[in-house]
């Protein structure tokens, strides 16, 4: 098999390429990387020096693939399917583009501050900074709330890889910053991703390990 993705499957800024690959049923070999085992870390430091997942390795193109939109992107571009996850259109691109990267900056990034704040030690957390992403995250979905008033999908009628970003960004931002009642538009785009077969995909391979997700301890 040509494809093979270095990824793990609780981390959120993989679920982006898996979901690009289960929505196009694109053939591929995953492989489970863990980084406190010294031989994992070790192979897989030889495809991304900087240890960060995911990477896409291509064996017929001879190519490796760093980051999620990245890898996205080259699928798009290289292994397309029916589900046209990178319009065409150069402004219809740009504007998928913009949501992935508002989704990645403005939603994964402070809800991973959270995150990893909860997995510091007590004398070690930053409760200002924790409050300053609660607020961003707040501002995120008020932006949110007004975009998906009258869409299916971020781009409208076409799941595209702004969906991608959204399903794992929102997931996460869920389980730390609860939507409530405050945005129900919101709330509605999420229960809709949750019901996309290769998001929830993603989510039933991710149970065995969201015992490892700090949940209470913070």
């Known amino acids: ?44 430091l030889k495809i991304s020096p900087t240890g960060k997942m995911p990477a896409l390795r291509d064996d017929t193109r001879d190519r490796t693939v760093l980051e999620s939109t990245i890898v ?11 589900v046209e996850l990178v319009p065409a259109d150069i402004d219809q691109a740009l504007a998928v583009r913009q949501a992935d990267r508002f989704y990645d900056f ?54 595209t890889m702004a969906d991608c970003a959204a399903s794992p960004a929102l997931f996460y931002a869920n389980k ?10 919101v709330k509605g785009y999420h229960d809709r991703l949750l019901q996309r077969p290769a998001f929830s995909r993603v989510i039933e391979e991710a149970q065995p ?6 949940y209470n301890n913070g």
Not at 24 to 43: M, Q
Not at 209 to 214: A, H, N, R, S, V
């Open 1 to 44: 098999m040509s494809l093979t993705l270095h990824f793990h499957p609780l981390a959120s800024f993989c679920w982006k390429p898996l979901i690009a690959l289960y929505e196009n049923r694109t053939p591929f070999t995953p492989v489970i990387v863990d980084l406190g085992d010294a031989g994992s870390r070790g192979a897989f």
């Open 176 to 185: 730390v910053e609860p939507f409530g009642d405050k945005y129900p538009a």
């Open 209 to 214: 390990y969201f015992k490892l997700f700090p």
């Open 106 to 159: 403005y939603v994964q990034e402070p809800m991973q501050k959270i995150v990893g704040d909860r997995l510091r030690p007590q004398d070690k957390t930053d409760p200002f900074g924790v409050e300053q992403a609660r607020d961003q995250l707040r501002n995120s979905y008020a932006i949110v709330e007004q975009e998906m008033q009258s869409k299916v999908w971020a781009m409208g009628d076409a799941f």
């Open 72 to 82: 996205v992107e080259y699928l798009a571009a290289h292994y397309p399917g029916p």
